[in-house]
């Protein structure tokens, strides 16, 4: 078992940097994206749920980063890939928090140590410039728990808009609201215009950067809207294990409205960590959760070496 420590830390990226190539100056996963800006706006609800500033009502500054899967900038969007979108929320305290969601509807392992032997499996050959699939096998039969995270991927399809996927924070929260009250969450945001995708023969006629410019293109003629939602999970959940998906009948709540209605190209060098939280919002005690965090202190600080 490994520690999570900065020498982990610096393993994750290695490993993300064996996948996908090193590229000067950009993530080493997510390396392609872009930005908006708009308001959130929570429900009452929410205050029910946690005493998080941001939870409370009052229209709320963000920006938001949406980006590819990959850590190659250079593959096209029309490549079939896992989408991000991470979100800055600012305060009027000054202070800032982010959630930071993906469109897998759950992860592939729950520890750092089979995060980076899950690497090394999708590792590419220098002989072949490709992944050994006997390696990916490999791994698969020896972690059963991330074959429903393979499965998912195998069923990607095209994107039609980044403003129409369901990102999902995969890992669990605790809630702390005004009274005391502890409850366990984990957050997605659902696109008010529905979920849409494109054929694959669609996809190959679309130019290189397509979702970005159809994003700039859908707010010049509207915002586009996204709704949180959060599942409340039962003791029966488990909050440390981001492999397993909770049961579709627990509690759903919509506890805020991110409206964006303009694009920026000032949030690229941003860091956006989900581990950023303020009073209301606690981390859960899961692994990959704050190996997470520390990657990205890491792939933030070399992309940025002479700052």
């Not at 850590?71 to 096209?76: A, C, D, E, M, T």
């Not at 096998?137 to 095209?158: C, D, N, R």
């Not at 039609?160 to 809630?175: N, P, V």
Request: charged share 25%; aromatic share 8%.
């Amino acid at each position: 078992m490994v520690e999570l420590n900065r020498a982990t830390f610096e393993r994750m990226v290695d490993a993300l940097n064996a996948v996908h190539g090193r590229h000067e100056g950009v993530r080493a996963a997510h390396a392609r994206g872009t930005c908006a800006k708009g308001t959130f706006t929570a429900t009452p609800e929410a205050a029910r749920l946690t005493r998080a500033q941001h939870m409370q009502g009052d229209p709320i500054p963000v920006t938001v980063r949406f980006s590819n899967g990959t850590g190659n900038p250079l593959h096209p969007d029309r490549r079939k890939d896992g989408r991000g979108m991470a979100v800055k929320f600012y305060l009027p305290n000054g202070k800032q928090t982010d959630m930071v969601g993906i469109t897998l509807p759950l992860f592939f392992v729950k520890t750092a140590d089979d995060f980076l032997a899950l690497q090394y499996a999708l590792a590419l050959d220098p002989a072949t410039g490709k992944p050994d699939p006997a390696r990916s096998i490999a791994f698969g039969q020896a972690h059963p728990e991330a074959v429903p995270g393979f499965t998912a991927v195998l069923s990607f399809v095209p994107a039609a808009s980044y403003a129409q996927l369901i990102y999902r924070g995969l890992h669990a929260f605790k809630y702390v609201n005004a009274a005391g009250e502890e409850r366990f969450i984990r957050y997605r945001w659902v696109p008010e215009a529905g979920v849409a995708s494109l054929s694959d023969e669609e996809a190959k006629a679309m130019p290189e950067r397509y979702l970005t410019d159809e994003l700039a293109s859908r707010i010049k003629e509207g915002p586009a809207v996204f709704t949180l939602h959060v599942q409340v999970a039962t003791a029966d959940d488990p909050t440390d294990d981001p492999t397993v998906v909770w049961p579709d009948d627990r509690e759903d709540v919509a506890v805020g409205r991110l409206v964006l209605d303009d694009v920026t190209d000032d949030c690229d060098e941003m860091l956006f960590d989900p581990t950023f939280l303020v009073d209301g919002i606690e981390a859960s005690n899961d692994e990959i959760l704050r190996a997470r965090s520390g990657a990205y202190g890491v792939s933030f600080k070399r992309r940025r070496p002479k700052r």
